[in-house]
């Protein structure tokens, strides 16, 4: 996904995206990526709404929300990304949620662990 810079363009590629929410009344696209959230503006979105759910969709091949304080914790997502083998696996924690806390880290790891050994 390119999206406008400044005077320039910034690549996005599809597997950073983590939400993108489209708002039909106001005809702006928010995505919210690795990188921070954006809004764009469009006059005429054609199928750009529709293109970047599937693209983004296409690149996770699965998600697991590991609860760690109470129903807060982290989104474990395992994403294709294009001429790359094997799979990226990127962690989101929730609002609130530390993930450099060692309670945190250890219910992470075990659950990636899990989760790449039923992958094989």
Do not use: F
């Not at 005429?44 to 304080?69: D, F, N």
């Amino acid at each position: 996904m390119l999206l406008a810079a400044g005077p320039g363009w910034d690549r996005l590629p599809w597997h950073e995206v983590l939400a993108a929410t489209w708002d039909d009344e106001r005809g702006a696209l928010a995505v919210e990526s690795v990188r921070g959230a954006r809004e764009v503006v469009l006059g005429e979105p054609g199928l750009l709404p529709e293109t970047v759910r599937e693209r983004v969709q296409s690149s996770i091949v699965l998600t697991r929300h590991v609860p760690v304080l109470g129903r807060r914790g982290v989104r474990v997502v395992a994403r294709r990304v294009p001429g790359r083998d094997g799979l990226l696996w990127q962690e989101v924690a929730d609002p609130g949620v530390d993930p450099a806390d060692p309670r945190v880290r250890a219910a992470v790891d075990l659950e990636q662990r899990r989760l790449r050994a039923a992958m094989l």
